[in-house]
């Protein structure tokens, strides 16, 4: 089944490499000063925001992950993928001209011009530790999987291979070298997980071949409320709660759209990010339902690397697909890199630095990307922690952080009378019950709680469990605001940029200018919810 690393492709591999390196150091200079180093002097067109959204997401969690999935479950695990699109048509028509007219740097930045800095700090923090165990150690994990199966390399080695080869790039071009080569990585992960489907395809004998070799519940989207991992209720109204956090208030993604040189451009540019989110069922999910009929012996995340490791691509075009995957890897962890960096520079050594120059916050800031660099490596270890079905994993551990942060945005960006203190309180209340949840659950698989409470709790489905602790946060956050408003006086420049709709008349040439691009993205958003919603008719 093994077909060995040829030398053919080991040198488009090295080819890779050093395309990456030479795009990401050619950007060396482009860093004067805070925006060009952190938001590409928000200058990105839509085609660099809609690519470098795609290429941010996709990682080696999603190629080893969704595959995985697939051939474990079938297609219920693309659902992530398709509700991510209705997010990402939020995040270009409400939330990033909201973003854009209040010229944030980070998206903590938006819960202090909308609270305080006490919210504002306490989701930067949070922010920083999410990346490093959902993003960076999650990422690390599914690539050694796939480089211990084809190169016979122990994660350990490969991750700090890729970090340090990524952290290059990233510490001496800023965001801009991020963008860049995020958009030859997005083009090149697509490229090569085609090839790997088409090949793939052809090996099971088409969707005939494969229709014949699976159950028919592998096709089948839509799983009862009682499924462990896809239950319809958790896909339908637990599943947007995440999805909601990570494309519309997570600096890790939202990063680009505040880097767009427009609103028409970060627009523009989700819409494309929204139908690019279509390929995953057909280059990622599919391609473990191929691995699991052809090797019906397989188990979980092993789907994506066997195939890839199987002889079914000839040679020269192996190499192709690895670099593909070698794309997605590091086009996330540059992005990681990047955000943390920048969160730790804009939320908190600026503010108490308000006289620091441009020079000195972008030296701050390449030096957060070192010390960022170093611990990832010191963590690489931990990386074995990480669940082997790696994507529930992934979608799980963040569903126990979303919820609060979700109903913190969505309130304050349509209820007026929520305020700072209500915010704060609600945001810690809300954490610390979901990774209570988080502890629980790991210490009950671990076989450490006999407490029948405690292990019905641990056993609610992390997506029902999202659904209750949105709710419960929000029913906390109006019922405080609504206790701690008397007395309190609402700033109006907390709420005056967000709730009036004023515009400089800049903005209303701008938006008049804009009225054909306008009408050919509301087309655009139209085609892509049609087209959503046929995938979900065609496998209900």
Known sequence: MNNPISIYDSLIILIYFAAVLGIGLYMRNRDKNLTDYFLAGRNLSWFAVGISLFATNISSEHFIGLAG??????????????????????????IAPIYKRAGILTTPEFLEKRFDASSRKFFSALSIFTYVITKVLVTLFAGGILFNKIFGLSIFSSAVIIVLLTGIYSL???????????????????VGAFILTIFSFNEVGGLAGLRERLPAEHFQMFKPMSDPDFPWTGIIFGAPIIAFWYWCADHYIVQRVLGARSINDARTGTIVASFLKILPIFILVMPGLIAFALYPDIRGDEAYPVLLASNILPIGIKGLVIAGFLSAVMSSLSAAFNSIAALYTIDFYKPKHPDASDRTLVLVGRMA????????ILLVPFVKIVNSHIYIFLQSTQAFISAPITAVFILGLTLKKINAKSVFISLIAGEFLGVSRFLIEFLNKSGMIGNPFL????????????????????????????????GEELSSSKINFLFDQKYSGTEVTNSIAAIPHVRVNIVLSGLILILTLSLWYLFV
């Open 369 to 376: 990307t070192i010390i960022t660099v170093v611990v990832v």
């Open 455 to 486: 292990v019905a709790y641990a056993q609610i489905n992390y997506l029902h469990f999202t659904i209750f602790l949105f709710l419960a946060t929000s029913l906390l956050l109006i019922s405080l605001s609504y206790f701690f408003h008397y």
């Open 69 to 94: 999935q697939g051939a474990s479950r079938g297609l219920a695990v693309a659902q992530f993928e398709l509700i991510a699109i209705f997010l990402l048509i939020l995040l270009g028509w409400v």
């Open 172 to 190: 001496v071009g800023g965001f801009s070298a991020v963008v860049r080569t995020q958009v030859f990585q997005g083009i090149l992960l697509i």
